[in-house]
């Protein structure tokens, strides 16, 4: 079974407070994708990386790709109630083209 | 643009009973594909198409049947509801299901909301 371990499961931090979510697998993806999901609604793409050992920034939103592709990281700078949501992540392996999924953050950013 | 349509939002049933989810796309997507998540579980793959007339199975398939008659539309039925299929259902799109590069994005619906008694 592929796994992606999300870690941690659930975050409750204070507006203005750094955090970083994790995504952890032992299979080496071709790609690795982060959504974000708000309650009813779908989850919708943030950001894709491709090649080992980039980052992307999106604003306060920093995501890098690890150097043997087989793990990723989201770090939120200053974090805003505006960030709330379950943030996903989602890994393309190179055998087929079926996105494998972690279980999700449920991130809570309190006023 | 509507993008990726589920209907209905909301459904209850009754165990045993039938009823199918549908879903439309207006972006000419090649892949679609069918989801549900439940709590903690993330997202698990039910059924998915790569082109009108293909489809196979995904993580989780039995109880669930799908067809892909055509680009736009792809319904999923569930034949005999059970309660452990109480869940949020998912329809999703790319333009290709054979994409490594990374390019290939998931376009999802809003989702449906299924409680089987």
């Known amino acids: 079974t592929q796994l992606l371990e999300q870690s941690p499961q659930f975050l409750s931090i204070q507006e203005g407070e750094n955090l970083t979510v994790y995504c952890n697998s032992s299979s080496v993806f071709s790609s690795l994708q982060w959504y974000r999901q708000e309650p009813g609604e779908g989850p919708v793409l943030l950001v894709t990386v491709v090649t080992g050992g980039e980052v992307k920034k999106l604003k306060r939103l920093t995501f890098q790709f690890g150097d043997a592709r087989k793990d990723s990281s989201l770090h939120i700078t200053a974090a805003q109630p505006g960030d709330t949501g379950l943030y996903l992540c989602a890994g393309r392996h190179y055998s087929n083209y079926q996105l494998i999924w972690g279980a999700g953050t449920k991130l809570i950013i309190k006023p | 643009n509507a993008g990726v349509t589920q209907t209905p939002k909301f459904q209850v049933l009754k165990t045993g009973q039938s009823m199918t989810l549908q879903c439309a796309q207006d972006?000419?997507?090649?892949?679609m594909s069918w989801y549900r998540q439940d709590p903690g579980m993330g997202l698990r793959l039910i059924h998915y198409s790569v082109g009108a007339g293909i489809t196979d199975q995904g993580e989780v398939p039995n109880g669930y049947n799908v067809s892909r008659s055509t680009t736009e539309d792809f319904p999923l039925r569930l034949l005999s509801a059970a309660p452990s299929q109480t869940s949020v259902y998912f329809c999703?799109?790319?333009?290709?299901?054979?994409?490594?590069?990374?390019?290939?994005?998931?376009?999802f619906g809003a989702g449906s909301r299924l409680t089987v008694l």
């Open positions: 999703a799109s790319s333009y290709s299901g054979q994409d490594f590069s990374g390019a290939n994005v998931l376009t």
């Open positions: 972006m000419n997507h090649e892949y």
